[in-house]
């Protein structure tokens, strides 16, 4: 089979190519900084992590049978088109929930801390730093209540350590009777609502925490009603896709203060545009989109597209299939 990546992270790519070559299973990475399709239109099977693959992508590629999404997220992927052409849609549902959870931690912690906010002045004389005490206090976690929005792999991994830090951990998922089994024990959360309650749930937050998929029913889930019924105290995490949250809401929120603050790893345009207004305030950060990237994430997701492939290989179907074919 002709295998063809669209990666850029060379980290990555030699990770695939170790685990891939192990198989005896050739790949060839796209040149980014070339036209992509003349370079993919002979491709059988498509790694990607880097691109949108519309409908004419896959026209350009006759012989598509695979779409190899590096992520959890599939909403680059024109999921229906792909499945009318014949072609499965693979993704990797769990290798980074840990990664992610970890740095979903390292934003609450940033913003509850206060750590933009207070800083050590250098001594320009000796180059050493000159303690003082905090202008912005922070706050302890201990006590205080989370909402993990989207209760799959990922959220199941924050809420379990919202518990070690000792947090009351509230859930809304689109599924909620499918998780009752098991309870705080298996799912690590005090109590799980349904979608139709988030708003009811919204006020009791102090930490409002999103790990849902990006779709038509996702999008825009919090806006302007949404934001204004959090507390005043409380901060807002977007590890999943920025569309999920509205970006002017979320703007106008941070603004006038209706939130004390939010973080996200996620953004509307990527690479963000440094003049975006967000970028200017004192109650918002961002990373680059980094929070599922560890040396540990991308060798679990290098394991699980080379056993897709490897499946493709035998005539099997992905074992990470996202679609079906009739």
Known sequence: MIIKALVKNPEFKQRIAEKLNHSNIQVEFVNTQEPIIPQIQDSEILINSIDKIDKSLIDSCPNLRLVQQSGIGVDSIDID????RGIYVANVPMANAI?????????????????KLNSFSSSSNSG??????????????SGKTMLVLGLGVTGIEVAKRAKAF???????????????????????VDRLFGVDKLLEVLPIADIVSIHTPLNNETENMINKKELELMKKSAYLINVARAPVVNHEALLDSLREKI???????VFW?????????????????LTPHIA?????????????????????????????LVNRLD
């Not at 088109?81 to 009318?84: F, L, Q, R």
């Not at 990664?99 to 934003?107: D, G, I, K, P």
């Not at 005490?133 to 976690?141: Q, S, T, V």
């Not at 909620?176 to 799912?187: H, M, Q, S, V």
Request: overall charge negative; hydrophobic content about 40%.
């Open 81 to 84: 088109y792909c499945t009318e």
């Open 99 to 115: 990664s992610v959870a970890e740095h979903t931690f390292l934003l609450i912690l940033y913003l509850t801390k206060n750590i």
């Open 128 to 141: 050493s730093f000159v303690r003082r005490m905090p202008d912005h206090m922070g706050i302890e976690l």
């Open 166 to 188: 000792g947090m009351k951990v509230i859930a809304v998922t689109k599924h909620p009777y499918t998780k009752t089994e098991g309870g705080d024990k298996k799912y690590f």
């Open 259 to 265: 939130i004390a603050g939010a973080a996200v790893d």
């Open 269 to 285: 345009n990527e690479p963000a545009d440094q003049n975006d207004a967000l970028l200017q305030l004192d109650n918002f950060l």
């Open 292 to 320: 599922g990237w560890t040396y540990e994430a991308i060798d679990s997701i290098s394991d699980i597209i080379r056993i897709n492939i490897e499946r493709m290989m035998r005539g099997q179907i992905p074992l990470t």
